[in-house]
């Protein structure tokens, strides 16, 4: 693959795998802006050494690779990294929105700080980034958005106690994912979602891992971010070098909303003496 005169904005791309993207991106040719507050496990604090350094790493092996530090959970934030990618490069054909926050919280002692975190780097921030980026990407001749979300949020068996906030969060940008893929269809705008699973800080790993490594996430990602994807509104599930790929589909025969061309019930009576049917299909 060749990225040669594209640009792309990785956030959260000062470690982890939102380095690994970047890296990978710069390797192929790209234009790259490293974005990344430099908080710390729970999301707290600030650290601008966190993007420069790894831009400064970056630079030293040739790439085109410029650092950002700001509050992306603000509008002006988001704003200032788009104007951040267009000074230094003249265009923006990419957005990989990897930085993230996984933080436990029990439902009785939720309280408004601790959810309102995730929503902003979840829900606040891809909008945010979206609406500043939107006019440039309308330019590109291959814009790709690549959002993150979880399986911890959309399976039931993977999910956890605690996660409620980051799980609702995670759920969010698949919301927005649907809707962007839709909105920006006729641009020319594709925007899918990464779910993946690597060892990285927020599991606590310092070192090497030996299995499910950043690394091994990374093509599929660099792929949604290529001229090759030609699908939008997908989910790529990517964990130990695996991908799988999955969409919320409709059933067959439905006329939505009219007719779900599935089993009628007219009682609550009618729903529990057939749920058994109704949960299979």
């Known amino acids: 693959m060749n990225f040669t005169g594209k640009t792309a904005v990785v956030t959260g791309a000062g470690r982890g795998l939102g380095f690994i993207y970047a890296q990978e991106l710069a390797k192929l040719g790209a234009n790259v802006v490293i974005s990344d507050v430099g908080s710390d496990n729970l999301g707290a604090g600030t650290d601008a050494s966190i993007a420069m350094d790894a831009a400064r790493t970056l630079q030293s092996k040739g790439f085109s690779v410029v650092g950002h530090h700001g509050d992306l959970s603000t509008e002006q934030g988001c704003q200032q990294l788009v104007e951040t990618a267009i000074k230094a490069f003249g265009q923006l ?155 919320f589909a409709e059933n067959p025969g439905v006329d939505y909303p009219v007719d779900l061309a599935r089993i009628s019930a007219a009682s609550a009576e009618q729903v529990a003496q057939q749920w058994d049917h109704i949960k299979e299909c």
């Open 93 to 247: 054909d990419i957005l990989i929105h990897n930085a993230g926050w996984v933080g436990y919280q029990s439902i009785e002692d939720a309280d408004a700080t601790f959810i309102g975190r995730a929503v902003d780097i979840n829900i606040y921030t891809p909008v945010w980034l979206c609406k500043h980026a939107w006019k440039h990407l309308k330019k590109s001749a291959a814009a790709r958005v690549v959002l993150t979300s979880s399986d911890r949020a959309m399976y039931q068996q993977y999910a956890q106690p605690g996660l409620t906030a980051y799980a609702a969060g995670k759920m969010a940008q698949l919301g927005i994912m649907n809707a962007l893929s839709m909105e920006g269809a006729e641009a020319g705008i594709l925007v899918n979602a990464v779910s993946p699973v690597a060892k990285t800080r927020m599991w606590g790993v310092k070192g090497e891992p030996e299995n499910l490594k950043p690394e091994w996430v990374a093509p599929g990602v660099i792929f949604l971010a290529s001229q090759q994807c030609q699908d939008t509104g997908y989910i790529l599930r990517a964990s130990n070098g695996q991908f799988t790929a999955t969409r």
